[in-house]
């Protein structure tokens, strides 16, 4: 019974699978593709895919069942070439759990693959499998033609008995042609079964090489030249990858995108100007710092000239008797003078409240009034004895006025330079006017408007007669500047008589101070309208205001009104 069943297996592999390649439009032959593809497991879609389809066939099926002759049955089947699946279909038909349960026992014989890939009738699994089968078979039929040919029936099974009952002549006979033309059905299978796996094969490839073709013509579509990879010879890696960029492909437009990033030059573009011009700012500010170095050791030169300066004894004591420069309060305090008072040093040092009030040059004790303002010459007043104070913008002129007078806040002064834009009379009693001028150079004011100031300070010290000194304010710190000279060449054309007065002494060091003084002295030396000497003074603390306002009322009292 094995080895019929065995039989009718290899049977099954041998019939049905040629008759599906075979006549595979047909449906007979699908429905036993599907009846013994399907195997052992599945009887129930056997039975209604075999009777749906071969109905012509089974009658004889059931004939044949009703016999009850397995064995002959198959042989049967064998020696007609007709398809053994019906015979099965008909007894798994007729009793599906009893053929289950035998086909069972009869497959739990064979490999486990090998039922696999004959029951899923893929075609596409290797040839393995396939040679396997054959060889089973062939080894099959071998073993039973030998057991035949010696006539040896025992444990032969009931084929070699139901042969003995039909003829033993005839049926060994019948045998051998039949076993010859199973094999050349197996060979035939075998063929077959290549032919289909290689066509199987030609398909799938055909159908991954199209897929792989569209992917990369999206990809050329999308991406132009920038297509990964030839659609000829397309790897499976690439193909992957396509197939996940184009699904993504914002991703792909980012990578291809940087390599177009290329800065092209053209010299006919204006807007490459920009390196040009970054060539041209290098330039500028290479000269720059060259000019700022020259400049620079210049300044040094100056600095280390200034610093040079030794200060004649006559200023030095002059220096330290008024305590002009930056000093401690201490000092102020042991030379006896009262810190507490505006413009400390501008008093009598150990001396009572109305000794200290009282300005010992009796022209300053009058009231300062203002009387005029002039924009223009036309504008000037009547003429008197006039003392003018000139100088850069900032540099104390107005707070000066108000330092002599101890008239705070009659002359408006400010931190902002450009504060005075008009020549401002002040009365001083009926002999003198204090004149406060505009400042020339840094103002925060319109370019023509500083120019109209100067010119009119130029005016007004080369034309008023009644002007009888002028006092060219000097920041001690910086010292005399250019315009600061233009002026002095002006005066000194016009022989109009000035005098330098250094201006916030206590913001430097007094040997500074000195050296300040001396400096100017000695570039003045030649000037005929320059007064000797250079007046130091600091309206904040009061030093050498004493000495100033004893110079300046000399001329009150040599003026004759
Ligand atoms: N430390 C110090 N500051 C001073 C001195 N004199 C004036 N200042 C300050 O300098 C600033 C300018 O003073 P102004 O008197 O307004 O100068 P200005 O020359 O009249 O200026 P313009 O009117 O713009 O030409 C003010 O903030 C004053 O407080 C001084 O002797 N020492
Ligand atoms: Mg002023």
């Not at 002007?467 to 022989?495: A, F, N, Y």
């Not at 003074?537 to 003026?559: D, E, H, N, W, Y």
């Amino acid at each position: 019974m094995v080895l019929g069943r065995s039989l009718q297996n290899n049977k099954q592999e041998k019939n049905f699978k040629p008759a599906n390649r075979t006549f595979g439009g047909s449906g007979a032959s699908n429905g036993r593709l599907a009846s013994k593809s399907k195997g052992n497991g599945r009887s129930k879609k056997v039975q209604t895919g075999g009777n749906r389809t071969t109905g012509a066939s089974h009658p004889s099926q059931s004939k044949v069942t009703k016999q009850g002759v397995f064995g002959k049955r198959s042989f049967k089947s064998k020696i007609n070439g007709e398809s053994n699946g019906y015979v099965t279909k008909g007894n798994s038909c007729s009793k599906p759990s009893n053929s289950d349960k035998k086909r069972k026992r009869t497959y739990a014989d064979q490999p486990p693959d090998e039922e696999r890939v004959s029951n899923d009738n893929v075609g596409f699994p290797a040839r393995r499998f396939s040679s396997r089968i054959v060889k089973n078979k062939l080894n099959d039929h071998y073993h039973e033609e030998k057991r035949t040919t010696k006539g040896n029936s025992s444990g032969f099974g009931d084929l070699s008995r139901k042969g003995s009952l039909a003829g033993r002549g005839k049926s060994r006979e019948s045998e051998l042609a039949g076993k010859k033309t199973s094999i050349a059905k197996v060979k035939a299978v075998d063929k077959l079964k290549d032919v289909e796996v290689e066509g199987f094969r030609n398909d799938k490839l055909k159908k991954i090489a199209k897929s792989k073709s569209d992917v990369t013509k999206q990809m050329e579509q999308n991406h132009g030249k920038h297509a990964v990879g030839s659609p000829e010879r397309p790897s499976k890696k690439k193909v992957q990858y396509k197939k996940n960029i184009t699904d993504d492909s914002e991703v792909m437009d980012e990578k291809p995108k940087k390599k177009k990033r290329r800065i092209r030059l053209d010299p006919h573009d204006t807007s490459n100007k920009r390196l040009d011009d970054a060539a041209a700012i290098n330039n500028q500010v290479k000269k720059k710092k060259e000019d700022d170095s020259k400049t620079c050791v210049l300044e040094l030169s100056r600095n280390a000239q200034f610093r040079a300066i030794i200060p004649s004894p006559s200023i030095l004591s002059f220096v330290e008797d008024n305590l002009l420069g930056r000093r401690r309060e201490i000092e102020f305090r042991r030379a006896g003078y009262n810190t507490e008072l505006s413009a400390p040093l501008d008093n009598i040092p150990y001396s009572s409240s109305s000794e200290r009030e009282r300005i010992e040059e009796t022209v300053f004790r009058n009231k300062l009034t203002f009387y005029a303002a002039a924009k223009i010459s036309s504008s000037f007043p009547p003429e008197l004895p006039e003392i003018a104070f000139a100088g850069r913008s900032n540099v104390g002129k107005s707070s000066l006025l108000n330092a002599l007078t101890r008239q705070w806040g009659v002359v408006r002064t400010s931190d902002k330079p450009g504060l005075t834009q008009t020549i401002n009379f002040f009365k001083l009693g009926p002999k003198l006017s204090l004149v406060d001028l505009p400042g020339y150079g840094f103002a925060y004011a319109k370019e023509d408007v500083k120019e109209a100031w100067e010119e009119l300070v130029k005016e007004y010290v080369s034309t008023r007669v009644g002007l009888k000194r002028v006092c060219l304010l000097v920041d001690t710190k910086w010292g005399m500047k250019p315009r600061d000279h233009e002026l002095i060449d002006l005066m000194e054309r016009s022989q109009t008589k000035y005098q330098i007065v250094l201006t916030k002494t206590d913001m430097v060091f007094p040997i500074d101070v000195a050296r300040r003084s001396m400096q100017i002295e000695e570039n003045l030396k030649e000037k005929k309208s320059a007064v000797q000497p250079v007046m130091m003074v600091s309206s904040k603390s009061g030093a050498g205001i004493r000495s100033l306002r004893t110079v300046l009322a000399k001329i009150a009292r040599i003026v004759k009104p």
